[in-house]
């Protein structure tokens, strides 16, 4: 069925070759009202990651083909619609929302809980997290208002949906896995660089991670240089405490936050992670995850957050008319470009370059200078390599990272 997409590779070298990706909306499935799509991608011979077979909903039936791009045109193109209304509508509320703005919020809750201003981690992340709390207080009424807001009026997903969806994947959420860059990479099978050669959100992600790893590591280094004093912090073991807790006994509801349930914190690695973690979240990881959305999203076939009619159920020719027929109307286009564009606007501080100073000591204030000045050899790298890359990735680049979700 799909060998005419791959040439001559059969599905099991293809396999062995790891050229073969999926993506399986079955964690989807009786959530929300979004059909549970699968689509299988190919990395042909340009290294290109191209689609090569889609079936719309997860339950095998008659009237739930595969289909493959040997199909009708028009067909072909209608079957990648309605996959990609999925894949968007996942991207922006749980990708972007669940996983940035609510993780962050809950986190920065805990910390002005437990850690006192004066606390060196504290001082630390601030910069990361000092617009979170506002900037979540209105996304909840622009985005959520089950009679006003964007995803009611706009996404396939509706309000009621996207509440649902929010709640089912922060709930599943893992911060060792999903928030920790090099972990979720290994998780999903992408940590290699000769893997889907053009994922350069790896690549640059990869750069930039490291580099906060590296400044938190110095400024923590300062103040811990003893396993006695980890042991005797008790804000840190409380701030850990809380993101495990329960939701319904007060906390985050957090899983495998790096630690011990019993004894806490108990090295400086540990502390390390958490801390870049928190920090890659709410600079990197948003940007890479929020700042394309326009570009994406504008060309409404491209990257469609709803769309009319329904899933089709069959193989049969479509035309033309059929596709514009199943895009949403002018109006709705109209509202999600200027949500979009909204949300791609760029308005805080670059990465390292923060409005207000909170660190004083004299080997953290080295520490960000180091951190800054490994920036610029980021930013350079990044430069180069797009200089050789077909499609310039801009969105990792240090100058283009804010410091928080202030958007």
């Known amino acids: ?12 070298k293809a396999i062995q070759e790891k050229r073969l ?17 699968i689509c299988l991608y190919y990395v042909n011979d340009a ?10 909903r997860h339950t095998k039936s008659p009237t739930n083909p595969v289909f493959v ?17 999925v894949d968007s509508n996942y991207h922006e509320i749980c990708a972007h929302l669940s996983f940035t703005h609510y993780i962050l919020e809950t ?15 504290s001082r630390l992340v601030k ?24 995803f009611e009026k706009s996404y396939k997903a509706g309000a009621d949906g996207a509440s649902k969806l929010i709640k089912h994947t922060l709930s599943n959420w893992s911060f060792k896995k999903n928030g920790m860059l090099p972990n979720d990479l290994k998780e999903r099978g992408l940590f290699d660089p000769k893997i889907l050669p053009k994922f350069y959100y790896r690549d640059d992600g990869i750069l930039i991670w490291n580099a906060i790893r590296s400044y938190v590591y110095r400024v923590a280094e300062n103040f811990y240089d003893s396993q006695e004093e980890i042991e005797n912090d008790n804000e840190l073991h409380l701030f850990r405490h809380t993101l495990t807790k329960s939701v319904e006994s007060g906390g985050c509801g957090l899983k495998d936050v790096p630690g011990d349930d019993n ?15 928190i920090i890659f979240i709410s600079s990197a990881y948003h940007a890479a995850i929020n700042f394309p959305t326009y570009e994406q999203c504008a060309f409404t076939p491209n990257f469609p957050v709803n769309l009319r009619g329904s899933i089709p159920n069959n193989k049969k020719p479509r035309t033309e008319l059929d596709v514009i027929r199943t895009l949403p109307t002018k109006d709705d286009t109209l509202k999600i470009m200027t949500l979009t564009r909204a949300l791609s606007t760029f308005k805080s501080s670059s990465l390292g370059n923060f409005d207000v100073q909170y660190m004083y000591n004299r080997a953290c204030v080295d520490a960000l200078k180091e951190f800054r000045t490994e920036l610029k050899k980021v930013a350079g790298t990044i430069d ?23 958007i």
């Open 107 to 121: 986190i920065t809750i805990a910390i002005h809980r437990h850690l006192s201003p004066s606390h060196p981690l």
């Open 384 to 406: 180069q390599r797009n200089r050789l890359r077909t499609v310039s990735y801009t969105v990792l680049h240090p100058d283009n990272i804010p410091n928080t979700t202030a």
């Open 127 to 150: 910069p990361h997290i000092e617009k979170v709390l506002n900037t979540n207080w209105l996304g909840r009424k622009l985005l959520l208002d089950p009679e006003s807001g964007y």
């Open 263 to 277: 004894a806490g914190i108990t090295d400086l690695e540990q502390i390390v992670d958490i801390f870049t973690t």
């Open 21 to 37: 990706f999926i993506s399986d909306y079955a964690d989807l499935e009786n959530v929300s009202n979004l059909h549970a799509p």
């Open 1 to 12: 069925m799909v060998k005419p997409s791959m040439k001559d590779l059969t599905l099991e």
């Open 69 to 85: 791009p040997s199909d009708p045109e028009y067909t072909w193109i209608i079957a990648k619609l309605w996959f990609g209304v």
């Open 47 to 56: 290294e290109d990651l191209v689609p090569v077979a889609i079936q719309l």
